[in-house]
């Protein structure tokens, strides 16, 4: 059993990288199991919690203080009920969860697992922070570049594949052809990448995927488009959101996911902001810059492949996200999505999706400004705006948030009926429409 | 004429309508006490001769009507659309709609950008708000609305959240408040939260549709909006089918499907629906069997009191009352400790009445043979009672309890009490309280909500109570507050739950909010092993089984687990060893009178809402005080008191004339702490500075229609009221900046501010339009490097406001700069003089940690003035922090504030007669992490934890109890310690 050292934190050492196996909380289902994939390459044991129900939020509940956000909860939660489950030997194993070091509280999850794991008596388990600020270092595990770039094309693919699988999966002919593509992708890829791929490759990937996409059948209607922003975990995790994903497939609608990468990139980009606004940290503005660059750049070769292709809708890119918010908001708000929530809400409603759940944690402080605090703003820019904020917690019915997506969703339904019926009004001979025939359309 | 059939299902009641093209031929309203298919089948039943025989289209809304849609396969449209249907068709020149339900609340837009809101996840102020008020008030909601026309005054209560104004409306009831000023300030709390938790910074101007059934029925609500409005009488309209809106609409919608029915399809539909459960998830039933239970019964009963009969017993008596929150419960002992008399009773809003009323019957047992020796209150009605009937003392409750449960079991060290409104508990060490926890304003209301549950069911508590003994699929609802409960009920229900499951499941709910979010326990060891449970709602044995399941083992629930407070308080009345008890005579008491009086306390800025109540023979007791001025008793001595010397310092700011213009500054969040800064730096400069007034309610009304997250904590919603403040006051600008990072006291691992204090600024020019209109600015600023700071605030000034020179510049920021040290030396040398005083004097210290902002009066509510109106001396965080090396912690260290209440507790740590009195504010994020820190650092020193969560709410009442429970602690404490 290891001893606890370093301001009492126990170190993964590099024995531990050959006898415990690190479980990591999911978040993205796609992404994080290639990722879990590129890590056991790299000669790590690691294992992607997938458990859900009440024992999560239970232990969560139990181990967390209550006020905490709800991430954190459920995070924690679900690895207390993972070493509590006898699934595992404690003394082989090691968590891992991410830090971004940011003002927000996520910054301190990490510290209120290792509090929770000495409540519940599992002290000696180390926690590996997975950051890109250098803080907490484990002998045992190091990001070296290769891996890195790797995580980076598993963040990119990953984006990739949920962008094509969210276009498609609503219109499938096939029940289930779209799941089923998006499983043999990511076993290929985690094969793939594992050996190393070159970049040349992951862009030749971007084009079979793309095809392979292209190729499905898929159904010829109009459904209504819902945008999901939000907080990082309830945004994505279905376990966070109560499979927020899931109803709104089953309300008939395409639901539109913004990526991972603009969240990295986001983070990167605010170490250049803080330069200029508070002139601190400028070696890591100077790394920040390269690395946006390489990033952007990416990205860019991604939205090129699918615009080449041209059946898919491609995400904007970030350079171009990241101005939507000018005159809305200052990019000096960088703490937990900070003002990156306001510009995804900003370019889904460029890209004419214009109906939008903000998913967040009930009482999540950032979000008071970058969500709540800026729909008005947005609406008042954007008449057409169709945005619904929904709260999650452990105590928030699902009756509660659904009928309220529900609003939102008939709003939707209205607008898209007054659309398609100021199109049949726009043939060619009513060009020109009388200003009684306006108020007609109006009327219905 | 085609026909169609509107059916709206509600959280509490079920409206239907049909329709023969536009001519409406049947409404019905009715509440369907969680019977939602029955009711609605009987309701159609009556309408049978209209349908029988003909095809007609049909669907159905509503909160409950999603899950019966979904089971019908009946269309379905979302309430708030359907609503927006009916005005469009009906009511087209309607500006603003505002509907209020059972438990939804929704405000709907049409001129200017149409826009629909309903009231988020938390959130009271509506129909079933109403009800559970007035069922405090122990009226109908019929007779609260008359009530509340006759009002004298307007009571401020939070309007947040049912539970908050629950905790407001409380104390004045206890404190003699006129019931008909409660019910009016009830509907303005309703008001007032539907301006906040819905418009969201838009204003309701035009003419306005009030449509639901609380709107329709309560005319004192009806006035409350038109007046808080300012609506014309053409402008404010009530229309009679103002409860069908959202089922004409839905009607409306149903022409539009193409499905039609007939009328024994219909019905069919609504009956027959498949009642499977999809549930997965619930909980282990409470007992096995029968069996089981007996077992259990067989084993409570034997924690008894003997009874004696008071007619045959001669001798002393000793005469306990607790006057609770909402009951009251009185005992009379003998000599041999045996029960001569017990009361146990829900006080319906007026504890005095019912204390007279049990003291006249008490006489009358007594005759001439039982004297009264001795007489003890306690309990929230502590103070009222013991003037106005003279008793001789009046002890904190949990003093009362501890005295109780250890008649019971000497060795007791754990003691959890669930009462109406309040969970409470304390560990005993060493014959001394150790700690207390009470449960915060959120999660209060646990008892009293099982029994406006069974109401609302329509059950008696009792019979609900033992419908969840059996209950084979326990539902789980949660362990949060009543809010979110009620909706996971509604969840439940519409998963197809018994009300035995429902019963069983909020039996479980209490138990797990005391002991995850009160007590924060992992585990029975944590507890003790000598448990005692007490309380009313112990009584229910479905409520004590779930505790001893949670738990792991038994506990003792003493038989008159309800009278544990009445009965220490007689046990303590003997302890005085008086031989003639001063508590009011049979003569006197007949002649009792009692009347009750609101006004404003005008000794200070605060102004008090004081109940005057004035008893017979000239007594008077007031109440409502937050320190002894109105009292017009001697001025304790004044101890210094840190939160009013920075107070003081701030008010005394005044700045010269300006050369260059006005400046407005916010007086609020990091503003506060960094003003002698900026005054300095804008002064220097040659602005006039021009500060916000001192918060206080009002000011936070003026701002309140701009908020846009009623969520966020208290200090950040209240910067809405600053602005408007600065902006009556005719600024030219006003500046407010945005900071991630605050000032570097190298004490931590990093400098950050929280994220609500970084960007409120932007929050407030997005939301506030007025801000549109004057120079607002807000420049993204860093005081911790200096040279930087120089460098961008010359450009920003330069660019925004005028040109300075550079050098003029500098000179005044390195003005501001010394004028924040010195400003902060100044708090720590008065804080030296305070502790030195206090030394001197023999005088307890009490370290009111929190953030700075919270020296802010409506903020802190005057608890500062509380604690030192009992001669403790009270100081800041910041005034102690630099005392000690910086305290290490197991979190990220990451907030200058936040660290000084990590250094300031360990500093604690190290003194003798001190205590830190953590100061929370509600819906702060951060402090679910430094709150936990703090109290280990502090109670591995051998320090006792308190916790007080301050919002909105204006009652200091519970903040006594635990002030004065600290206190009787730290005196065991020297006592033994002396010993």
């Not at chain 1, 939020?57 to 181990?63: D, F, P, Q, T």
């Not at chain 1, 301190?108 to 270092?137: C, Q, T």
């Not at chain 1, 490759?201 to 392979?212: A, T, W």
């Not at chain 2, 549709?209 to 009530?238: C, H, I, Y």
Request: aromatic residues 10%; proline residues 3%.
């Amino acid at each position: 059993m290891s001893k606890p050292q370093d301001n009492g934190r126990v170190i993964f050492t590099e024995e531990m990288k050959k006898t415990h196996t690190i479980l990591v909380p999911n978040m993205l289902p796609i992404h994080f199991n290639m990722i879990a994939q590129i890590f056991r390459e790299y000669g790590y044991k690691i294992e992607v919690l997938s458990t859900s129900g009440r024992n999560v939020v239970e232990s969560g509940l139990k181990n967390v203080h209550n006020d905490t956000c709800y991430p954190a909860l459920l995070v924690i939660g679900q690895m207390i009920d993972a070493l509590e489950s006898g699934k595992y030997d404690p003394d082989k194993i090691a968590l891992m969860i991410t830090q971004t070091g940011g003002g927000c509280r996520a910054s301190n999850y990490i510290h209120l697992l290792r509090k929770a794991l000495k409540k519940s008596g599992y002290d000696h388990v180390p926690v590996i922070s997975l950051n890109f600020a250098g803080m907490e270092k484990n002998p045992g595990f190091k990001l070296s570049l290769p891996l890195l770039l790797r995580l980076v094309y598993a963040v990119l693919l990953g984006d990739l594949l949920m962008l094509l699988s969210n276009q498609c999966k609503p219109y499938e002919v096939i029940e289930g052809a779209t799941d089923k593509l998006v499983q043999d992708w990511t076993k290929r890829l985690s094969v793939s990448l594992r050996q190393k791929a070159s970049y040349k490759q992951v862009k030749e990937f971007y084009r079979e995927i793309i095809s392979d996409f292209g190729e499905l059948m898929l159904r010829e209607e109009e459904k209504i488009k819902v945008g999901v922003v939000g907080e990082i975990y309830v945004k994505y995790s279905p376990l966070g959101n109560n499979n927020l994903e899931q109803f709104l497939l089953s309300e008939g609608c395409e639901v539109v996911v913004p990526g991972l990468l603009d969240f990295l990139n986001y983070c990167i980009y605010n170490a250049i902001t803080d330069h200029k606004l508070y002139g601190t940290g400028g070696l890591t503005s100077l790394f920040s810059r390269v690395g946006y660059k390489y990033m952007v750049k990416k990205q860019k070769d991604i939205i090129a492949a699918i615009e080449e292709h041209g059946k898919f809708r491609a995400a904007g890119s970030f350079d171009h996200t990241k101005d939507l918010v000018l005159g809305y908001i200052n990019r000096g708000v960088k703490m937990g999505e900070g003002w990156l929530l306001t510009a995804e809400m900003l370019e889904l409603i460029e890209q004419g999706v214009n109906n939008i759940v903000c998913t967040q944690p009930f009482g999540c402080l950032p979000n008071h400004i970058v969500g709540k605090g800026m729909m008005r703003v947005i609406k008042e820019h954007h008449p057409e705006a169709n945005i619904v904020a929904v709260d999650y917690d452990p105590g928030a019915s699902r009756i509660n948030q659904e009928n309220r997506i529900k609003l939102m969703l008939a709003n939707a339904k209205m607008q898209q009926e007054a659309k398609e019926e100021a199109k049949e009004a726009a043939t060619p001979e009513s060009a020109a429409v009388s200003e009684e025939d306006k108020v007609l359309i109006h009327s219905k | 004429m085609e026909l169609t059939v509107g059916v709206d299902v509600g959280s509490t009641t079920v409206k239907v309508v049909i329709y023969e093209g536009e001519k409406l031929l049947f409404k019905h309203y009715e509440r369907h006490l969680s019977q939602v298919r029955q009711k609605t089948a009987e309701i159609l039943a009556e309408a049978k001769d209209l349908l029988i025989g003909r095809e007609f289209k049909a669907a159905i809304s509503g909160s409950a009507g999603l899950g019966l849609s979904k089971a019908t396969g009946i269309d379905f449209v979302q309430e708030v659309f359907a609503t927006g249907e009916a005005v469009k068709k009906y009511a087209s020149d309607t500006d603003v709609v505002i509907e209020l339900g059972g438990e939804d609340a929704k405000i709907i837009f049409f001129t200017g950008g149409m826009e629909e809101r309903m009231n988020g996840t938390c959130a009271g102020g509506t129909g079933a708000f109403i009800d559970q008020m007035a069922s405090l008030l122990a009226v109908t909601p019929d007779e609260l609305d008359k009530l509340s026309a006759n009002y004298e005054k307007i009571y401020p209560i939070a309007s947040r959240c049912g539970v908050f104004a629950k905790s407001d409306i409380q104390p004045l009831l206890n404190q003699g408040a006129r019931k008909e000023d409660i019910a009016v300030s009830i509907f303005q709390a309703v008001v007032d939260q539907t301006i906040t938790g819905l418009a969201q910074g838009r204003q309701i101007k035009g003419k306005v549709l009030f449509l639901g059934g609380p709107l329709f029925f309560l005319k004192g609500l009806q006035r409350r909006f038109k007046e808080t409005l300012r609506l014309s009488d053409e402008n404010a309209v009530f229309p009679d089918l103002g409860p069908y809106a959202v089922a004409i609409g839905t009607s409306i919608f149903a022409r539009k499907q193409e499905r039609s029915y007939t009328y024994e399809d219909f019905l069919a539909r609504i009956t027959q629906a498949s009642d499977d459960s999809d549930r997965t998830e619930y909980l282990e039933p409470l007992f096995k069997d029968e069996g089981e239970y007996e077992e259990f019964r067989a084993r409570h009963a034997k924690a008894t009191v003997e009874r004696r009969d008071i007619a045959s017993y001669y001798g002393g008596a000793y005469l306990g009352i607790d006057c609770g929150s909402t009951t009251t419960k009185m005992v009379l002992l003998s000599e041999d400790d045996k029960i001569l008399y017990e009361y146990y009773s829900s006080n319906k809003g007026n504890p005095v009445t019912i204390v007279k009323e049990q003291l006249e019957q008490i006489y009358k047992l007594c005759g001439d043979h039982v004297i009264m020796k001795g007489s003890a209150v306690t309990g929230y009605g502590e103070d009222l009672i013991k003037n106005a009937f003279n008793v001789d003392a009046g002890l904190v409750e949990t003093m009362a309890h501890l005295r109780a449960a250890r008649f019971f079991n000497p060795k007791v060290d754990f003691i959890l009490d669930i009462g109406g409104q309040d969970i409470k508990c304390f560990k005993v060490k060493n014959n001394c309280i150790d700690s207390i926890m009470l449960n915060e304003a959120c999660s209060s209301g646990c008892g009293s909500f099982i029994e406006t549950f069974a109401k609302s069911m329509g059950y008696d508590i009792a019979t609900f109570a033992n419908f969840g003994l059996f209950s084979k699929y326990p539902v789980d609802l949660g362990s949060r507050c009543t809010v979110f409960m009620n909706s996971s009920v509604k969840q439940a229900q519409k998963d197809g739950a018994t009300v035995e499951d429902i019963s069983a499941g909020l039996s479980m709910s209490v138990v797990k909010n005391a002991i995850y979010k009160v007590i924060r326990a992992r585990s029975a060891d944590e507890l003790g092993k000598e448990l005692v449970v007490q309380g009313g709602t112990f009584l229910n044995d479905g409520v004590l089984r779930s505790f001893e399941k949670e738990l792991g083992h038994d506990v003792v629930r003493p038989e008159i687990a309800g009278l544990m407070g009445a009965f220490g308080a007689a046990l303590f009345s003997k302890s005085l060893h008086k031989d003639v008890s001063s508590v009011i005579k049979p003569g006197d008491l007949r002649r009792f009178e009692h009347t009750a009086k609101a006004t404003i306390c005008q000794g200070c800025t605060n102004k008090c809402n004081l109940t005057i109540n004035t008893f017979s023979g000239g007594r008077r007791f007031i109440s409502g005080n937050r320190c002894e001025r109105p009292l017009g008793q001697k001025e304790t001595q004044e101890v210094p008191n840190l939160f009013e010397y920075k107070l003081n310092r701030i008010k005394a700011l005044r700045s010269p004339k300006g050369t260059r213009g006005r400046i407005g500054i916010p007086l609020g969040l990091n503003m506060i702490e960094n003003l002698p800064f900026w005054f300095t730096f804008f002064t220097e400069l040659g602005f006039e500075v021009v500060l916000s007034d001192i918060s206080s309610r009002q000011l936070y009304l003026t701002g309140q229609y701009s908020i846009p997250s009623d969520t966020a904590c208290y200090p950040a919603k209240l910067m809405h009221g600053h602005i408007e403040s600065l902006i009556s006051k005719g600024v030219d600008m006003i500046f407010y900046p945005c900071m991630s990072y605050n000032f570097d006291e190298k004490t931590a691992d990093n400098h950050f501010n929280c994220p609500v204090v970084a960007y409120y600024p932007e929050l407030l020019y997005g939301n506030m339009e007025k801000l549109h209109h004057v120079k607002f600015l807000y420049p993204y600023l860093g005081l911790h490097n200096r040279t930087y700071f120089n460098r961008s605030i010359r450009n920003f000034i330069n660019k925004e406001i005028c040109i300075i020179p550079y050098s003029e510049i500098r000179r005044a920021s390195s003005k501001a700069y010394q004028a924040y040290a010195k400003w902060g030396e100044d708090v720590k040398t008065e804080g030296r003089r305070a502790l030195k005083y206090a030394k001197d004097h023999h005088l307890k210290t009490i370290v009111l940690a929190g953030r700075p902002y919270h020296i802010d009066p409506e903020i802190n509510h005057g608890i500062d003035r509380l604690i030192s109106s009992f001669g403790i001396v009270v100081v800041t965080e910041d005034a102690v922090a630099h005392l000690v090396e910086p305290q290490k912690v197991k979190v990220l260290n990451q907030w200058t504030y936040h660290a000084r209440l990590y250094n300031s507790a360990k500093y604690v740590t190290t003194q003798e007669n001190m205590e830190l009195i953590q100061l929370v504010s509600f819906g702060c994020g951060i402090d679910a992490i430094t709150t936990d820190e703090v109290r280990d650092i502090l109670e591995s020193g051998g320090k006792m934890y308190t916790q007080l969560k301050i919002d909105e709410i204006n009652n200091l009442g519970a903040v006594k109890i635990r002030i004065r429970s600290l206190l009787e602690a730290m005196d065991e404490r020297s006592r033994r310690e002396h010993e």
